[in-house]
């Protein structure tokens, strides 16, 4: 039985400001989280010499286990962080040598979270999540950002978009 919502970290610190908005909504909404950094997952590679590190075995997990999946990253320099972005590219190989789990993803949920301590984002911050969900015809739940660990009501608002 698939589980329904599973949030992935992609923060450089695993206990950073990021990571305790996460603990905050798992919280709220009981799901489970994985933490990029516990994975060796390699920059994406035309030549799919990396499909033996640790990406496909966690998409696997992801897909056959959750409905939706919310991403949450701090803000680095006006975009995603790094780790995410490779993770995001990463995704190409469900395009490639994986097509049929990548059609798996068709319908899921997709939601993200951003977090910047004391600072604002502009609107296309998102552009990335939802184009990257509307090509793999996942359903985009929204989004939220966090500018202070005050606002984390703001969270209860965004579970209401996740629940469905």
């Known amino acids: 039985m698939q589980k329904e919502t599973i949030i992935i970290l992609a923060s450089s610190r695993s206990h950073g400001d990021t990571a305790k908005v996460v603990q905050q ?15 060796d997952i390699s920059y994406y590679d035309y030549e799919h010499a990396n ?5 496909l075995p966690l998409m696997k997990r992801i897909i056959n286990d959750y409905q939706n999946v919310i991403f949450a990253t701090p803000v680095y320099w006006y ?7 490779v993770f995001f590219d990463r995704i190409s190989d469900l395009l490639t040598i994986e097509k049929d789990l ?5 319908g899921k949920g997709f939601g993200a979270i951003s977090c910047c301590m004391n ?3 502009d609107q296309e911050f998102w552009h990335p999540f939802v184009k990257t969900a509307g090509y ?10 966090v500018d ?15 629940i469905t």
């Open 25 to 39: 909504l798992q919280q709220i909404i009981h799901c489970d989280m994985v933490d990029l950094n516990d994975y």
């Open 51 to 55: 499909k033996d590190d640790d990406f």
């Open 79 to 85: 975009t995603m962080s790094g780790i995410l972005k």
């Open 102 to 106: 990548g059609r798996q993803l068709r």
């Open 119 to 121: 600072g604002s984002i």
């Open 136 to 145: 793999l015809g996942m359903r985009y739940l929204g989004n939220i950002h």
């Open 148 to 162: 202070s660990l005050e606002n984390l009501p703001l969270l209860e608002d965004f579970r209401n978009k996740i």
